[in-house]
């Protein structure tokens, strides 16, 4: 995000090209004052972060599309009826170009599932944690949730970022089965998880997702 401060009297903001979230404020208007108004109209930036992001992509051959925040290109075959990732290279049938956005999501989609069902319940049995059902959405503001039902979501963009920062969202949720809220009991249990993961800070992670979570969008 990037905050331009001038004489002006109003608030605007715009998605560029890049992707980046530009800001027009008076130069009297505070940093919190700037937040509720993005915040107020988080539902616009996403939508236009997709209209941007879809007047962007061409899905021409050697375009780099994100997995688990790598880059790999875009390569033609003629016999693939779907977006498949070979190791090093996106495949996909020239055939079938005209649907590639539809199939890049119905990868991810794909992919977020596999990984997201085996990691939780790794994770859920080392801590005896029992869910209901796991849901693959297609939520652009929320990376994850957990319903009173135990019913746990996790967006299928998730999938673009790293392996850790994905494995701290699971820990995130997995963690509102035993405290509903934000309280600083369930920041310590989110804390004693991770740890058990990996070492080092779990804000890092959370931070990770503020900074670059923009870019996970298609």
């Not at 608030?11 to 009297?28: G, R």
């Not at 505070?30 to 915040?39: A, G, T, V, Y």
Request: net charge positive; aromatic share 16%; charged share 35%.
């Amino acid at each position: 995000m990037k905050i331009i401060k001038s004489l002006r009297k109003t608030l605007s903001m715009k998605i560029n090209e890049a992707w980046e979230l530009i800001v027009k404020a008076p130069v009297f208007v505070s940093k919190k004052r700037i937040d509720e108004f993005i915040e107020k109209n988080k539902n616009w930036v996403e939508e236009k972060k997709q209209i941007v992001l879809d007047r962007v992509r061409k899905y021409t051959e050697w375009e780099r599309f994100m997995y688990f925040w790598e880059e790999y290109e875009l390569i033609f075959s003629w016999d693939s009826d779907k977006v498949e990732f070979d190791g090093m290279n996106f495949v996909l049938s020239r055939a079938n170009k005209k649907d590639a956005s539809k199939l890049f999501v119905e990868f991810y989609k794909r992919e977020a599932r596999f990984y997201i069902e085996n990691r939780i319940k790794f994770i859920a049995n080392k801590y005896d944690l029992k869910f209901n059902k796991l849901w693959i959405t297609s939520a652009k503001t929320r990376w994850g949730s957990c319903s009173s039902t135990k019913n746990i979501s996790f967006s299928y963009r998730l999938i673009m970022a790293p392996v850790k920062t994905v494995d701290y969202v699971i820990v995130h949720e997995l963690a509102h089965l035993k405290e509903m809220n934000h309280s600083k009991k369930f920041w310590d249990l989110v804390e004693y998880m991770m740890r058990w993961l990996y070492p080092g800070d779990y804000k890092v992670h959370m931070n990770w997702l503020k900074e670059h979570g923009n870019k996970m969008i298609f």
